[in-house]
T-cell receptor
Framework: EPEVTQTPSHQVTQMGQEVILRCVPI?????FYWYRQILGQKVEFLVS????????KSEIFDDQFSVERPDGSNFTLKIRSTKLEDSAMYFC????????????FGEGSWLTVV | AQKVTQAQTEISVVEKEDVTLDCVYE???????LFWYKQPPSGELVFLIR??????QNEISGRYSWNFQKSTSSFNFTITASQVVDSAVYFC?????????????FGPGTRLSVLP
């Protein structure tokens, strides 16, 4: 069964460092997303991406964050200068369409900022 | 205002008991979609069910069943004869149409512990 894959599964980084989280969405999906979940809290929307541009972003997704689809398969989330409060599980997801279609999530990348 | 409310933060049951997880949503759209996801201790988000706003039929899948009631804006999830492997956090989610995509919002989750 097709699935969303994410790397790395866990990354520890020092405050102020740049981090890139990578994702390979399901191959025929057109909409891509990043969500984050701070330990023990709810899953929060960060950004959605369609047709090579951001279609929607939340207030969490400030100038420190950026997304890119550098080639036909990868979808990346970059955090430019990490802060302690960026420590969270980051989920990549994709859906076939954007109209209420099921969003399938990867297994998450756990980011720890020290 | 929170769009998706899951009033039960934590529930503990003993194995073989039935348990119902509540979900109440808020939307002005006439077309929307509701979802349940399971997050086991390993952390991944596992899709369980998707429902559109025009389909109020209850659904049963094995030990799982879902009750969608538009009149009360609720989409409750029942596990029959619970098992230890059902222990997880369960999230209800709402999808509304937004510009070129969907506004997909999770509720705060209900942590279910099934004790042997």
């Amino acid at each position: 069964e097709p699935e969303v894959t994410q790397t790395p599964s866990h990354q520890v980084t020092q405050m102020g460092q740049e981090v890139i989280l990578r994702c390979v969405p399901i191959s025929n999906h057109l909409y891509f997303y990043w969500y984050r979940q701070i330990l023990g809290q709810k899953v929060e929307f960060l950004v959605s991406f369609y047709n090579n541009e951001i279609s929607e972003k939340s207030e969490i997704f400030d100038d420190q964050f950026s997304v890119e689809r550098p080639d036909g398969s990868n979808f990346t989330l970059k955090i430019r200068s990490t802060k302690l409060e960026d420590s969270a599980m980051y989920f990549c997801a994709s859906s076939l369409t954007g109209d209420g279609n099921t969003i399938y999530f990867g297994e998450g990348s756990w980011l720890t900022v020290v | 205002a929170q769009k998706v409310t899951q009033a039960q933060t934590e529930i503990s049951v003993v194995e073989k008991e039935d348990v119902t997880l509540d979900c109440v949503y808020e939307t002005r759209d006439t077309t929307y979609y509701l979802f349940w996801y399971k997050q086991p201790p390993s952390g991944e988000l596992v899709f369980l069910i998707r429902r559109n706003s025009f389909d109020e039929q209850n659904e049963i899948s094995g030990r799982y069943s879902w009750n969608f009631q538009k009149s009360t804006s609720s989409f409750n999830f029942t596990i029959t004869a619970s098992q230890v492997v059902d222990s997880a956090v369960y999230f209800c989610a709402l999808s509304e149409r937004y510009n070129y995509g969907q506004n997909f919002v999770f509720g705060p989750g209900t942590r279910l512990s099934v004790l042997p």
